[in-house]
T-cell receptor, first 117, second 112 residues
Framework: DVKVTQSSRYLVKRTGEKVFLECVQDMDHENMFWYRQDPGLGLRLIYFSYDVKMKEKGDIPEGYSVSREKKERFSLILESASTNQTSMYLC????????????????FGPGTRLLVL | KNQVEQSPQSLIILEGKNCTLQCNYTVSPFSNLRWYKQDTGRGPVSLTIMTFSENTKSNGRYTATLDADTKQSSLHITASQLSDSASYICVVTMDSNYQLIWGAGTKLIIKP
Protein backbone atom coordinates (compact mmCIF):
# COMPACT_ATOMS: atom_id res chain seq x y z
CA ASP A 1 0.00 0.00 0.00
CA VAL A 2 1.16 3.49 -0.86
CA LYS A 3 1.66 5.58 2.19
CA VAL A 4 1.92 9.34 2.18
CA THR A 5 2.41 10.98 5.53
CA GLN A 6 2.31 14.62 6.51
CA SER A 7 4.16 16.03 9.49
CA SER A 8 1.18 17.58 11.25
CA ARG A 9 -2.58 17.13 11.15
CA TYR A 10 -3.30 20.49 12.73
CA LEU A 11 -1.15 23.57 12.98
CA VAL A 12 -1.76 27.03 14.45
CA LYS A 13 0.65 29.81 13.54
CA ARG A 14 0.80 33.56 13.86
CA THR A 15 0.92 36.03 10.99
CA GLY A 16 4.46 36.55 9.79
CA GLU A 17 5.79 33.22 11.07
CA LYS A 18 7.72 30.89 8.79
CA VAL A 19 5.87 27.61 8.41
CA PHE A 20 7.21 24.27 7.25
CA LEU A 21 4.93 21.48 6.11
CA GLU A 22 6.58 18.17 5.41
CA CYS A 23 5.43 15.26 3.30
CA VAL A 24 6.98 11.82 2.98
CA GLN A 25 6.00 9.00 0.61
CA ASP A 26 7.25 5.44 0.70
CA MET A 27 6.50 4.26 -2.85
CA ASP A 28 9.52 5.69 -4.67
CA HIS A 29 7.22 7.95 -6.70
CA GLU A 30 8.87 10.52 -8.93
CA ASN A 31 6.07 13.08 -8.75
CA MET A 32 5.03 14.92 -5.63
CA PHE A 33 2.46 17.67 -5.27
CA TRP A 34 1.23 20.26 -2.80
CA TYR A 35 -2.38 21.41 -2.96
CA ARG A 36 -4.57 23.58 -0.86
CA GLN A 37 -8.22 22.81 -0.40
CA ASP A 38 -10.78 25.45 0.54
CA PRO A 39 -14.54 25.05 0.96
CA GLY A 40 -16.45 25.29 -2.31
CA LEU A 41 -13.32 25.17 -4.44
CA GLY A 42 -11.57 22.36 -6.22
CA LEU A 43 -8.07 21.41 -5.15
CA ARG A 44 -5.63 24.06 -6.25
CA LEU A 45 -2.09 23.11 -7.12
CA ILE A 46 0.59 25.13 -5.37
CA TYR A 47 3.77 23.42 -6.55
CA PHE A 48 4.81 20.08 -7.88
CA SER A 49 8.08 18.26 -8.30
CA TYR A 50 8.94 15.59 -10.85
CA ASP A 51 12.38 14.75 -9.53
CA VAL A 52 14.81 15.53 -6.75
CA LYS A 53 15.67 19.23 -6.68
CA MET A 54 13.19 19.90 -9.50
CA LYS A 55 10.09 21.99 -8.96
CA GLU A 56 7.40 23.60 -11.02
CA LYS A 57 4.92 26.28 -10.06
CA GLY A 58 1.31 25.32 -9.97
CA ASP A 59 -1.71 27.57 -10.16
CA ILE A 60 -1.19 29.51 -6.92
CA PRO A 61 2.52 29.58 -5.97
CA GLU A 62 2.57 33.10 -4.54
CA GLY A 63 3.58 33.18 -0.91
CA TYR A 64 4.90 29.61 -0.99
CA SER A 65 8.14 27.84 -1.77
CA VAL A 66 9.10 24.17 -1.83
CA SER A 67 12.10 21.97 -1.32
CA ARG A 68 12.82 18.45 -2.55
CA GLU A 69 16.27 17.31 -1.44
CA LYS A 70 15.36 13.63 -1.31
CA LYS A 71 13.03 11.65 -3.53
CA GLU A 72 10.71 10.64 -0.73
CA ARG A 73 10.37 14.04 0.90
CA PHE A 74 8.67 17.22 -0.34
CA SER A 75 8.42 20.27 1.87
CA LEU A 76 6.13 23.27 1.55
CA ILE A 77 7.32 26.51 3.08
CA LEU A 78 5.27 29.56 3.90
CA GLU A 79 7.92 32.26 4.18
CA SER A 80 5.71 34.68 6.09
CA ALA A 81 2.33 33.22 6.94
CA SER A 82 -0.73 35.33 6.34
CA THR A 83 -4.34 34.83 7.38
CA ASN A 84 -5.40 34.10 3.80
CA GLN A 85 -3.18 31.04 3.91
CA THR A 86 -5.46 29.42 6.46
CA SER A 87 -6.49 26.27 4.67
CA MET A 88 -6.22 22.50 4.38
CA TYR A 89 -2.94 21.50 2.75
CA LEU A 90 -2.75 18.18 0.94
CA CYS A 91 0.35 16.44 -0.28
CA UNK A 92 0.21 13.77 -2.99
CA UNK A 93 2.57 11.56 -4.95
CA UNK A 94 2.32 9.66 -8.22
CA UNK A 95 4.29 7.84 -10.85
CA UNK A 96 5.38 9.92 -13.87
CA UNK A 97 2.63 11.09 -16.20
CA UNK A 98 4.41 11.30 -19.51
CA UNK A 99 3.90 8.24 -21.67
CA UNK A 100 2.09 6.38 -18.91
CA UNK A 101 -1.46 7.62 -18.68
CA UNK A 102 -2.40 5.00 -16.15
CA UNK A 103 0.34 6.08 -13.85
CA UNK A 104 -1.23 9.34 -12.90
CA UNK A 105 -3.33 8.27 -9.97
CA UNK A 106 -2.33 10.50 -7.10
CA UNK A 107 -2.01 9.15 -3.60
CA PHE A 108 -2.77 11.67 -0.93
CA GLY A 109 -1.67 12.22 2.60
CA PRO A 110 -4.21 12.93 5.36
CA GLY A 111 -3.81 16.69 5.08
CA THR A 112 -2.63 19.44 7.38
CA ARG A 113 -5.21 21.91 8.57
CA LEU A 114 -3.37 25.20 9.05
CA LEU A 115 -4.82 28.13 10.94
CA VAL A 116 -2.98 31.45 10.73
CA LEU A 117 -3.99 33.95 13.38
CA LYS B 1 -11.79 27.82 -20.12
CA ASN B 2 -11.05 24.36 -18.75
CA GLN B 3 -13.51 23.65 -15.97
CA VAL B 4 -15.08 20.79 -14.06
CA GLU B 5 -18.44 21.37 -12.46
CA GLN B 6 -20.09 18.97 -10.07
CA SER B 7 -23.66 18.74 -8.94
CA PRO B 8 -25.27 18.74 -6.53
CA GLN B 9 -22.99 20.54 -4.08
CA SER B 10 -24.40 18.40 -1.30
CA LEU B 11 -26.80 15.52 -1.00
CA ILE B 12 -28.48 13.77 1.91
CA ILE B 13 -30.00 10.32 1.42
CA LEU B 14 -31.18 7.48 3.62
CA GLU B 15 -29.05 4.43 4.14
CA GLY B 16 -29.81 1.74 1.61
CA LYS B 17 -30.94 4.16 -1.10
CA ASN B 18 -29.17 4.73 -4.43
CA CYS B 19 -27.85 8.06 -5.62
CA THR B 20 -26.16 9.60 -8.64
CA LEU B 21 -23.59 12.38 -8.64
CA GLN B 22 -22.90 14.44 -11.74
CA CYS B 23 -19.74 15.86 -13.27
CA ASN B 24 -19.70 18.10 -16.36
CA TYR B 25 -16.43 19.24 -17.87
CA THR B 26 -15.21 21.57 -20.57
CA VAL B 27 -11.63 20.31 -20.53
CA SER B 28 -9.89 19.87 -23.85
CA PRO B 29 -7.97 17.93 -24.97
CA PHE B 30 -9.24 15.16 -22.74
CA SER B 31 -7.09 12.31 -21.43
CA ASN B 32 -9.02 10.68 -18.62
CA LEU B 33 -11.49 11.29 -15.83
CA ARG B 34 -11.20 10.11 -12.27
CA TRP B 35 -13.52 10.00 -9.33
CA TYR B 36 -12.00 10.34 -5.88
CA LYS B 37 -13.63 9.77 -2.50
CA GLN B 38 -12.55 12.00 0.37
CA ASP B 39 -13.58 11.06 3.88
CA THR B 40 -13.76 13.88 6.39
CA GLY B 41 -10.30 14.77 7.64
CA ARG B 42 -8.58 12.54 5.10
CA GLY B 43 -6.95 12.92 1.72
CA PRO B 44 -8.81 11.85 -1.46
CA VAL B 45 -8.62 8.22 -2.56
CA SER B 46 -9.06 7.16 -6.18
CA LEU B 47 -12.25 5.21 -6.97
CA THR B 48 -12.24 4.89 -10.75
CA ILE B 49 -10.43 6.10 -13.83
CA MET B 50 -11.99 6.27 -17.28
CA THR B 51 -10.45 7.04 -20.64
CA PHE B 52 -12.11 8.37 -23.77
CA SER B 53 -13.11 4.93 -25.03
CA GLU B 54 -14.66 3.68 -21.79
CA ASN B 55 -18.21 4.52 -20.92
CA THR B 56 -18.74 2.45 -17.78
CA LYS B 57 -16.47 1.38 -14.95
CA SER B 58 -17.48 -0.31 -11.71
CA ASN B 59 -15.79 -0.57 -8.35
CA GLY B 60 -18.01 -2.53 -5.99
CA ARG B 61 -21.16 -0.52 -5.35
CA TYR B 62 -19.73 2.44 -7.28
CA THR B 63 -20.38 2.70 -11.02
CA ALA B 64 -18.98 5.55 -13.05
CA THR B 65 -20.19 6.44 -16.52
CA LEU B 66 -18.64 8.69 -19.11
CA ASP B 67 -20.19 10.30 -22.16
CA ALA B 68 -17.26 11.88 -24.00
CA ASP B 69 -19.56 13.43 -26.60
CA THR B 70 -21.56 15.46 -24.10
CA LYS B 71 -18.58 15.73 -21.69
CA GLN B 72 -20.52 14.37 -18.78
CA SER B 73 -19.75 11.77 -16.16
CA SER B 74 -21.79 10.34 -13.34
CA LEU B 75 -21.03 8.30 -10.26
CA HIS B 76 -23.82 5.99 -9.17
CA ILE B 77 -23.78 4.53 -5.68
CA THR B 78 -25.96 1.50 -5.08
CA ALA B 79 -27.43 0.48 -1.72
CA SER B 80 -25.68 3.27 0.15
CA GLN B 81 -23.97 2.64 3.46
CA LEU B 82 -23.09 4.99 6.28
CA SER B 83 -19.43 4.68 5.26
CA ASP B 84 -20.28 6.25 1.91
CA SER B 85 -20.65 9.60 3.67
CA ALA B 86 -17.83 11.62 2.12
CA SER B 87 -17.03 14.16 -0.54
CA TYR B 88 -16.77 12.82 -4.07
CA ILE B 89 -14.45 14.69 -6.38
CA CYS B 90 -14.30 14.51 -10.16
CA VAL B 91 -11.00 15.35 -11.84
CA VAL B 92 -10.15 15.50 -15.53
CA THR B 93 -6.64 15.14 -16.95
CA MET B 94 -5.69 17.18 -19.98
CA ASP B 95 -4.08 15.19 -22.75
CA SER B 96 -1.65 17.93 -23.77
CA ASN B 97 0.22 18.49 -20.53
CA TYR B 98 -1.31 16.07 -18.00
CA GLN B 99 -2.61 19.00 -16.00
CA LEU B 100 -5.41 18.03 -13.65
CA ILE B 101 -8.61 20.05 -13.49
CA TRP B 102 -10.41 19.42 -10.20
CA GLY B 103 -14.09 19.77 -9.45
CA ALA B 104 -15.21 21.26 -6.14
CA GLY B 105 -16.80 17.98 -5.07
CA THR B 106 -20.20 16.76 -3.92
CA LYS B 107 -20.66 16.27 -0.21
CA LEU B 108 -22.74 13.15 0.37
CA ILE B 109 -24.36 12.43 3.73
CA ILE B 110 -25.94 9.06 4.39
CA LYS B 111 -28.50 9.11 7.21
CA PRO B 112 -29.44 5.95 9.13
Amino acid sequence: DVKVTQSSRYLVKRTGEKVFLECVQDMDHENMFWYRQDPGLGLRLIYFSYDVKMKEKGDIPEGYSVSREKKERFSLILESASTNQTSMYLCASSLPSGGARWGETQYFGPGTRLLVL
Amino acid sequence: KNQVEQSPQSLIILEGKNCTLQCNYTVSPFSNLRWYKQDTGRGPVSLTIMTFSENTKSNGRYTATLDADTKQSSLHITASQLSDSASYICVVTMDSNYQLIWGAGTKLIIKP
